[in-house]
C-alpha cells in the first residue's frame, strides 16, 4: 500500500502561481505511476494530470498550458506547479498512486486517499 501526504495549497490570486507537493511512502514497487486530481465544492472529483513510469505526461484540458506535473524519483515526490491560477481552479487537491489494469489497459488510483491540501483562488 502507498500512503500520500499532500503539501503546498493556500489562497492565491487570480493569476497567481502555486506549487503542491505530493511526498508517498510504502510500496513505491507496486504502482505504475502518480497522478493530481480536484474536487471543488458540489462536483466530483476529476483528474487534473498524471505522470506515468517511463515518463508519459497527461493533463486535463482545463489545465492544459497552465499546469506541470514532475516527479523526484529519489525523494518519492510529485509536484503539480500550477501557474495563471483562475477561480475555477479552487478545489481540494488530491494526489494517488496509479496502477495499471491489465485487462483494460488503464490507470486507476488506490482506494485510499490522502487529506488533500485546500487551492482557493479569489481577489
Known amino acids: 500500500q502507498v500512503q500520500v501526504v499532500e503539501s503546498g495549497g493556500g489562497k492565491v490570486q487570480p493569476g497567481g502561481s502555486l506549487r503542491l507537493s505530493c511526498a508517498a511512502s510504502?510500496?513505491?514497487?507496486?504502482?505504475?505511476?502518480m497522478a493530481w486530481y480536484r474536487q471543488a465544492p458540489g462536483k466530483e472529483r476529476e483528474l487534473v494530470a498524471e505522470?506515468?513510469?517511463?515518463?508519459?505526461?497527461s493533463y486535463a484540458d482545463s489545465v492544459k498550458g497552465r499546469f506541470t506535473i514532475s516527479r523526484d524519483n529519489a525523494k518519492n515526490t510529485v509536484y503539480l506547479q500550477m501557474n495563471n491560477l483562475k477561480p475555477e481552479d479552487t478545489a481540494v487537491y488530491y494526489c494517488?498512486?496509479?496502477?495499471?489494469?491489465?485487462?483494460?489497459?488503464?490507470?486507476?488510483?488506490?482506494?485510499?486517499w490522502g487529506q488533500g491540501t485546500q487551492v482557493t483562488v479569489s481577489s
Open positions: 494517488n498512486a496509479l496502477r495499471l489494469n491489465l485487462a483494460s489497459g488503464r490507470y486507476y488510483p488506490s482506494p485510499t
Open positions: 510504502g510500496s513505491m514497487y507496486s504502482i505504475n505511476g
Open positions: 505522470i506515468i513510469s517511463g515518463g508519459r505526461i
